[in-house]
């Protein structure tokens, strides 16, 4: 028997939904569309940050490059930086391509300025590379941890 709401079938016993019936098929079709709307967004944490979706302080941003706080720091000050443009997306140092080779560089240029524009003279720049590496965000960023405080 149909369990649709307007659907009176019994055509199809041993199935919820009879798509002979165009109130089940209605049904059946928006199901099939949510899932695969929700199998199409790929898209790391880190992506929805940089999109603005998922809220983050944000400490420094440029065309290229974004900059913010890592939420759980491991030092007074810990940045996670990441490069902004879709061409330049990798998820990790271990998928680098000659196209994308000019990544970290990227990442540690904008540190390195970064710091110097704070008046922070000591820091660690570290790559998480692969599960067995920690890393848990697959779209490839560099920890920035100091124990000096930025102005930001
Ligand atoms: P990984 O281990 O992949 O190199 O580093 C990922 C980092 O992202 C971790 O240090 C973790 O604390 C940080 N992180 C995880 N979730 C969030 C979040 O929702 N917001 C921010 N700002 N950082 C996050």
């Known amino acids: 028997m149909c369990t649709s709401l307007y659907c009176k079938s019994d055509a199809l016993p041993d199935v919820p939904y009879d798509l002979s019936c165009s109130a089940c098929a209605r049904v059946v079709w928006y199901t099939a569309g949510l899932f695969h709307f929700l199998a199409m967004d790929d898209r790391t944490l880190f992506h929805k940050i940089r999109d603005h979706e998922i809220p983050a302080t944000i400490v420094f941003e440029d065309d290229e490059v974004m900059a913010f706080k890592d939420i ?3 030092a007074t000050t810990h940045l996670l930086f990441i490069a902004k443009k879709d061409q330049d997306f990798v998820p990790s140092i271990a998928d680098l391509t000659e196209a994308t080779a000019h990544v970290p560089l990227l990442l540690i240029r904008k540190a390195q300025r970064f710091a ?4 922070i003279d000591g820091y660690k720049l570290t790559f998480h590379v692969g599960k067995g590496g920690g890393q848990e965000v697959f ?3 560099l920890h920035f941890l100091s124990e000096q405080k930025t102005g930001v």
């Open 139 to 141: 779209y490839l960023h």
């Open 116 to 119: 110097k524009e704070q008046g």
């Open 72 to 74: 759980h720091p491991k």
